[in-house]
Each structure stands twice: as C-alpha cells, then as structure tokens.
C-alpha cells in the first residue's frame, strides 16, 4: 500500500501562486510515475502533470509554462509549483501515484482561483 498526503491547497486571487505538496509513504519502491490530476465541479478528472522517476515530465497544454511539476526523493515527496493561476484552475487537486499496475491517490486539496 502506497499513503499520499497531499498540502497547500487554498484561495488565491487571479494571477496569484501556490505550491502543493504529495507526501508518499508505506511501501514507496518500484513507483514507476507521479503525478497531479484535478477535478472541476461538474467535469471530469484530468491529468495536470506526471513525473516518472527517472524525471521525465509531462503537462497538460492548459497548465504549460505555468506549472511546474518536480520531485524530492529523499523526502519521497511531489510538488506542483502553480504560477499565474486563473479562476479556471479552480479544482480538487489530487496527487496519484502508478506502482506495479496499481494506482493510489490521495485526498484531495482544494484550489480556488477568485477572477
């Protein structure tokens, strides 16, 4: 089993920033990717950005040059740096992680982008 908690959502005006944050803990080996999805009211989950652990990422065209997705493996930890975010941003923000063929997600923090 694979625990991820996830921090840092919140509210945040147009234009503003925030950082989240996706602890992994328990059994960590072989993850092959991690990575953030959102959900929106009424729409359905998406992915935002992945990182596999050899570094390689991927994003979202709705969120390329404004996030930044990277990871601290000593602290087996993900982070989502979010730049010049819009109220279209506004979401259930959760960390998933791929470890043989099983997928774990988290909780969920909320992001809340006010125009």
């Known amino acids: 089993q694979v625990q991820l908690v996830e921090t840092g959502g919140g509210l945040v005006q147009a234009g503003g920033s925030l950082r989240l944050s996706c602890a992994a803990s328990?059994?960590?080996?072989?993850?092959?990717?991690m990575a953030w999805y959102r959900q929106a009211p009424g729409k359905q989950r998406e992915l935002v950005a992945q990182?596999?652990?050899?570094?390689?990422?991927y994003y979202a065209d709705s969120v390329k040059g404004r996030f930044t997705i990277s990871r601290d493996n000593a602290k087996n930890t993900i982070y989502l740096q979010m730049n010049s975010l819009k109220p279209e941003d506004t979401a259930v923000y959760y960390c998933n992680v791929a470890r043989l063929g099983r997928l774990y997600w988290g909780q969920g923090t909320q992001v809340t982008v006010s125009s």
């Open positions: 328990g059994n960590i080996f072989n993850i092959n990717y």
């Open positions: 990182i596999t652990t050899g570094g390689s990422t």
